[in-house]
């Protein structure tokens, strides 16, 4: 079983940055695909990012340019640098992870982005 657990989130101001992270519980698994989702007010969970172990990444077009996803394989934690942020961009931010070769799916319990003035 593999916890995840993410940190970083908070209160932002239009226009400012923020540095999500997620670690593992286990070090010693190998993860095909990490990345983060979020769920805004009122709406579905939506990709924001993922990254293969291979270094492929995949951004949402509305966070392109803007967020930049990174992990580290031997840790197994990822990280999502978020740029630019707008209010548009509030919303709860779940780390996600696909176990190989199971291909298991974990989610974290989520953390909170708040932009706003």
């Known amino acids: 079983q593999v916890q995840l657990a993410e940190s970083g989130g908070g209160l932002v101001q239009p226009g400012g940055s923020l540095r999500l992270s997620c670690t593992a519980s286990?070090?010693?698994?190998?993860?095909?695909?990490m990345g983060w989702y979020r769920r805004a007010p009122g709406k579905e969970r939506e990709l924001v990012a993922t990254?293969?172990?291979?270094?492929?990444?995949n951004y949402a077009d509305s966070v392109k340019g803007r967020f930049t996803i990174s992990r580290d394989n031997a840790k197994n934690t990822v990280s999502l640098q978020m740029t630019s942020l707008k209010p548009a961009d509030t919303a709860v931010y779940y780390c996600?992870?696909?176990?190989?070769?199971?291909?298991?799916?974990?989610w974290g319990k989520g953390t909170l982005v708040t932009v706003s003035s």
């Open positions: 286990e070090s010693g698994v190998s993860l095909s695909v």
């Open positions: 990254l293969i172990q291979s270094g492929s990444a």
């Open positions: 996600n992870a696909i176990l190989y070769p199971s291909g298991q799916n974990y």
